[in-house]
């Protein structure tokens, strides 16, 4: 499986897919380079008047809801409706899901348009299937990966989207799957917008792998590993970020064998 998976890495290196991103100003800058240093292509667009030529351009979206308001969650409506349209795929990034009614109700729109992928920590998914106990922490998760796995199930299942838990234990869901990947470092959560980036890479990869799990399954056991070595070298968050991405842009085959901690369920 992870030959499978570097192979895969190797594929979003030599096609440089273009990647729409319709995300906050909080990570614009973050997705870019990330999104660059994978190898794949990326473009923010957000005004009305381009994104059904945008889309059409691109190879995947990613909507990530971070900073809301009317004239972008309609960006969001519109670029989802479109990828449909065209049959393209997009990962939504449910960020603060929970957090306020306007951020649920946008969700409820979004989600109906039934993404290829949703990537969201384990409050963010709770919430998203309204299976929330507890008042959620804004963006940060209350909960572990594990706790979010059966609400995971319950999204894949009425929406069809595959699902991936991040947190201490990424766990990936899909039909009658479970892909666990254990590499990451505890000081990746002290860097704002790591998830986010996280996210606009999985989009990169559904760009060009068929399969959904395998594709999520790379660009999540890339970013972990990648994040993991970078923290051995890092002192602090500032220079974790850009070990990361320098590590992102430059990890051998060699680095990448030697980390992956793979479990499949």
């Not at 234990?169 to 009658?176: L, N, P």
């Not at 602090?236 to 030697?258: A, C, R, V, W």
């Amino acid at each position: 499986m992870a030959t499978s998976i570097w192979n895969n890495i190797v594929l979003v290196r030599k096609t440089s897919p273009l990647v729409h991103n319709v995300t906050n100003y909080v990570v614009m800058n973050n997705t870019a380079n990330a999104l660059l240093a994978v190898g794949a292509s990326p473009i923010m667009a957000h005004a009305h008047q381009e994104i059904d030529e945008m889309v059409g351009l691109c190879e995947a979206m990613v909507i990530n809801i971070g900073t809301l308001d009317e004239y972008w969650v309609q960006s969001m409506l519109t670029t989802a409706e479109k990828a449909n349209a065209l049959k393209k795929p997009f990962v939504l990034d449910p960020v603060g899901a929970g957090a306020t009614h306007y951020r649920d109700r946008t969700l409820a729109k979004l989600i109906a348009l039934r993404p290829t992928v949703i990537r969201a920590n384990a409050s963010e998914i709770l919430a998203l299937a309204k299976f929330n106990a507890t008042k959620t922490k804004g963006v940060d998760s209350t909960a572990q990966s594990t706790e979010a796995i059966e609400a995971a199930k319950v999204l894949n299942q009425t929406f069809g989207a595959t699902i991936c838990i991040s947190g201490e234990t990424d766990i990936i869901i899909s039909k009658g799957q479970q892909v666990r990947v254990k590499n990451g470092n505890s000081l990746m959560t002290k860097v704002t917008g790591l998830g986010c980036s996280a996210t606009a890479i999985i989009g990169a990869f559904i760009a060009v792998i068929e399969d959904r799990t395998a594709a999520v399954t790379a660009a999540t056991a890339l970013m972990g590993v990648c994040g993991e070595i970078a923290a051995k070298s890092a002192k602090g968050p500032g220079s974790l970020q850009m070990l990361l991405l320098d590590k992102l842009y430059n990890i051998t085959e060699e680095e990448f064998m030697h980390h992956i901690q793979l479990e499949k369920i």
